[in-house]
């Protein structure tokens, strides 16, 4: 069984702080992604990340993919009270059975307080 | 244009009772996905079909738990008999191609079984 390991599980900050969620994985991904869910909805892809050392930005968001594609990190700046939400990340592994299925971490529930 | 359609979109059944949840998945893609989500095991992967063909069922809990795509527009995933166990956000999602970058996913249906 192929696992992502987010973290952290919570986090409750300021506006105008920064921070950052990390999602690990023992096994090497073929793409990763990072989803956002507010209550009472699906989640909604933000970013697909491919290649290893990849970094891609999103207004305030920076996506960063490691090296060896195992692991994803995703930095928020001047965290505003619209970004609170449950921010999931998920993670297509190559080939064999796991092909088409996206394994998801068990996210990070974010509170951005005004 | 239309998203993925899910309904009902919130069920209360009584334990023992059989369970129908629907899904229209967007006009065009041929890959679709049921998950689940609670608190405690996140959003776990049920199963998925791609043009109409279930690819893996490896995610579905157990043998009360039955779905079909009887054609590109329509699939169910069937609860029979429901558990309280199985209350949970069920969400389908869809994509255009079974490896494709970004899945879509509807409203889901919360199931509460008493």
């Known amino acids: 069984t192929q696992l992502l390991e987010q973290s952290p599980q919570f986090l409750s900050i300021q506006e105008g702080e920064n921070l950052t969620v990390y999602c690990n994985s023992s096994s090497v991904f073929s793409s990763l992604q990072w989803y956002r869910q507010e209550p009472g909805e699906g989640p909604v892809l933000l970013v697909t990340v491919v290649t290893g050392g990849e970094v891609k930005k999103l207004k305030r968001l920076t996506f960063q993919f490691g090296d060896a594609r195992k692991d994803s990190s995703l930095h928020i700046t001047a965290a505003q009270p619209g970004d609170t939400g449950l921010y999931l990340c998920a993670g297509m592994y190559a080939g064999g059975t796991s092909y088409g299925k996206l394994t998801f971490g068990q996210g990070t529930i974010l509170t951005v307080h005004p | 244009d239309a998203g993925v359609i899910q309904s009902p979109r919130h069920e209360v059944t009584e334990m023992g009772q059989e369970v129908t949840l629907r899904c229209k998945p967007i006009s065009g893609h041929n890959s679709l996905f049921w998950y689940r989500q609670t608190m405690m095991r996140g959003l776990e992967l049920l199963i998925y079909f791609n043009n109409n063909v279930p690819i893996d069922d490896s995610g579905m809990p157990e043998d009360r738990f039955s779905a079909k795509m009887p054609n590109a527009s329509f699939s169910t995933l069937k609860i029979q008999p429901s558990e309280p166990r199985d209350s949970a956000v069920y969400f389908c999602?869809?994509?255009?191609?079974?490896?494709?970058?970004?899945?879509?996913f509807g409203p889901g249906t919360r199931l509460l079984v008493l």
């Open positions: 999602a869809s994509s255009l191609e079974l490896a494709g970058r970004t899945q879509y």
